[in-house]
């Protein structure tokens, strides 16, 4: 079997959920005995000073027998932490270098859009 026929048998389904740098792929795969699993992948992007950027991804594996406990405590835990917490995210807001990418209600237009008026009008032939 070629491999890329092993690689459509293998991945059954899936989904996608993108978060900001993060994000996550949901597979439905088969085994050898054609039973199915799932696997969660985490891949984060990173970026380095020169503006290159490398993916660091983490997997987990979760069979069927594991499905409903598995299910059960995700439940609680997200449950939890919406109940002690809501819904809001707060831990950018708190970073030492956390700036603010979307105006308030409080900010007029000219506090938004730059003033045009120092702006060097350059014509295609000077560059």
């Not at 270098?97 to 060097?120: G, R």
Request: charged share 40%; glycine share 2%.
């Amino acid at each position: 079997m070629r491999e890329n026929d092993m690689l459509e048998k293998e991945e059954i389904f899936s989904k996608v959920l993108r978060a900001g740098r993060r994000t996550y792929f949901f597979d439905v795969r088969a085994t050898k005995a054609d039973d199915y699993y799932i696997t969660i992948t985490e891949s984060k992007k990173f970026t380095e000073e020169d503006g290159s950027f490398h993916f660091k991804k983490h997997k987990i594996y979760l069979y069927k027998e594991d499905f409903t406990a598995f299910s059960e405590i995700l439940e609680d835990m997200t449950s939890y932490v919406l109940n002690h917490k809501g819904e809001e995210v707060i831990s950018e807001r708190h970073q030492k270098d956390f700036k603010k990418e979307y105006a308030s209600d409080d900010k007029t237009n000219e506090d938004i859009v730059p003033n045009t008026s120092s702006f060097t009008d350059i014509e295609f032939d000077d560059i």
